[in-house]
């Protein structure tokens, strides 16, 4: 191999990607081991705690009285505890990222905002650390195997980063390396973030956020494990082998191992790109979307539970839909299927009593004869939703429905209303169909959304 050939493998990572996304100009090494990581959360808590004191004592000079919870969130404390999160990558990054979409309705603004920096920020291995972990998994010469592997990445998650390589056999690959240390450090990262979010002192009073901690420890050691992701890349592969409308990349077996996970490259655009696309184009993609999840639900019994738009690529010439990351994927379980079914058939046709034995059926009411004041109004609200979805056009656009949905959860929230612990698959669903909501949103969809469920049922 020449030096020069050497050198596109190690080349320095850059901020501007062959498909036009951007990652963190930043390369900055993962901090492997549980003392580290520990370390680095003490030193954020207490550059916190210090920060606060100092600005405290300012305002006593000033004259004024300091508000404990206006200290901790100032917008120096909101960039410090975003940077460090990003930096750790792994639990540490991942936890703000399921927090962020799953309970953003009851967090304060200011942790919203703290967490909501996660969602699309990821710094980068330097090409050093890359070159260890691919050595290790790999072996000495695995630069052999290829003719050109890039080691700036077309994309960089909490989990790992992704690469485009090409192998001597003539293979066009996408390669998905993970961040070392991070499978060993979930245990620790969890708990070690979940006591400085504790004590912040931004968490609604009465918020449980243990629930959160444990699907974060579980869906983490499921999201680490390479082979595990290979197989549901498989299944959905065969599962749409068919498809004129969607691509799932090929696996590749004999370069995927614990930390790597080798499949086709996929050449396409951000979904998000369709937002300039003409009605028709934006309201298609919409309706395959929609209707995937829906196929996922009731047919396949499983489905890619995490809604990023990053999960989603578009491909101009062919007018298809590449579906990315099954990391997330998992089966659900068949009474939750048949309860949402149960929901959607009597909300369609406003049969409030049909609506309120689904509810309980989820976990989202209590089982018992009577019902309170509170879970009247959620079910209130849900058959609120299900007179808006039977109307001949559902615009994604129009903001009326979303601003009643959080205007009466904020308000359930401040009259003392915790909602019940509910099984994960409905967590994971709501997450899902919310993804849904807002990628409508951002293309401006309109969709009649009666006739995409109605065959379903």
């Not at 100092?54 to 410090?80: E, F, H, K, M």
């Amino acid at each position: 191999m020449s030096r020069r050939d050497e050198g596109n493998m190690v080349a320095d990572a850059g901020a501007l990607l062959p498909n036009g996304d951007t990652v963190s100009t930043d390369a900055i090494k993962v901090p492997a081991g549980r003392v580290n990581r520990l370390m680095r959360l003490g030193g954020l808590a207490a550059g916190i705690a210090g920060g606060a004191t100092l600005q405290a004592i300012a305002g006593i000079a000033r004259g004024t009285r300091p508000d404990a919870r206006s200290l901790l969130a100032s917008p120096a404390n909101v960039r410090r505890v975003a940077d460090e999160l990003a930096r750790m990558r792994g639990a540490a990054m991942k936890i703000g990222q399921l927090l962020s979409m799953d309970a953003g309705e009851v967090l304060p603004p200011e942790l919203a905002q703290i967490l909501a920096r996660l969602r699309d920020r990821a710094h980068i291995m330097p090409p050093s650390q890359l070159g260890q972990v691919l050595e290790r998994e790999w072996g000495a010469g695995w630069r052999r195997q290829f003719k050109r592997f890039d080691v700036r990445p077309i994309a960089a998650a909490s989990i790992g980063q992704v690469h485009r390589a090409r192998t001597r056999d003539g293979r066009d690959l996408a390669i998905k390396v993970q961040y070392p240390g991070v499978a060993r450090s979930i245990d620790s990262d969890v708990s070690n973030v979940g006591a400085l979010l504790r004590l912040s002192g931004l968490l609604p009073k009465g918020f449980d956020i243990s629930p959160y901690l444990a699907e974060a420890r579980r869906q983490l050691h499921e999201e680490t494990d390479y082979a595990r992701e290979g197989a549901q890349l498989k299944r959905f592969a065969e599962w749409l082998t068919d498809s004129d409308t969607f691509v799932v990349p090929q696996y590749h077996a004999d370069l995927s191992t614990a930390q790597i996970l080798a499949m086709s490259y996929v050449a396409g655009q951000p979904i998000e790109t369709l937002a300039d696309a003409d009605a028709a184009t934006r309201n298609r993609v919409m309706t395959a979307l929609v209707d995937l999840s829906l196929r996922e639900v009731f047919h396949f019994g499983a489905m890619q539970s995490d809604p990023n738009f990053a999960n989603y690529r578009y491909v101009p010439q062919s007018g298809r839909i590449v579906l990315l990351d099954f990391g997330a994927a998992r089966d659900l379980h068949p009474l939750v299927t048949k309860s949402y079914a149960d929901m959607l058939r009597s909300g369609l046709v406003g049969d409030d009593h049909g609506i309120w034995d689904a509810a309980r059926a989820l976990g989202l009411i209590s089982d018992g004869p009577d019902i309170g004041s509170s879970e009247a109004r959620l079910l209130a609200l849900i058959a609120g939703v299900f007179e808006v979805l039977r109307a001949q056009e559902f615009d994604f656009a129009d903001q009326t429905l979303i601003r009643a949905l959080n205007e009466e959860g904020m308000a359930l929230a401040q009259s003392g209303y915790h909602p019940p612990s509910l099984p994960m698959d409905v967590l994971y669903l709501q997450r899902k169909f919310g993804g849904l909501f807002l990628l409508g949103n951002r293309l401006r969809t309109k969709l009649c959304l009666r006739d995409i469920i109605d065959p379903y049922l």
